[in-house]
């Protein structure tokens, strides 16, 4: 499981795929999300605002467990 630090209370699931560099693009993470690819907390995830937060856990599909620090 890899961690990703964040220094907000919370970011926006498009830009935490970003931070993550799983996408470059808001495009790209738009469509990545469209796909019902991303679980967040095991629950799957369309909505690009979507806010995560400390301790969350991200689950993508084709790469590895995320956890927010």
């Known amino acids: 499981m890899k ?3 964040i220094t907000t209370d919370y970011i926006k ?3 935490f795929l970003k931070l993550a560099g799983i996408v470059q693009t808001g495009g790209q993470a738009k ?3 469209a796909e019902k690819n991303i679980k967040v907390n095991g629950e799957i995830i369309i909505q690009r605002g ?3 937060r400390k301790n969350d856990i991200i689950e ?3 790469y590895d467990k995320f956890i927010v620090i």
Do not use: G, H, R, V
């Open 60 to 62: 993508i599909e084709d």
């Open 50 to 52: 979507k806010k995560i």
């Open 13 to 15: 699931l498009d830009s």
């Open 31 to 33: 469509i990545m999300i």
């Open 3 to 5: 961690e990703i630090e």
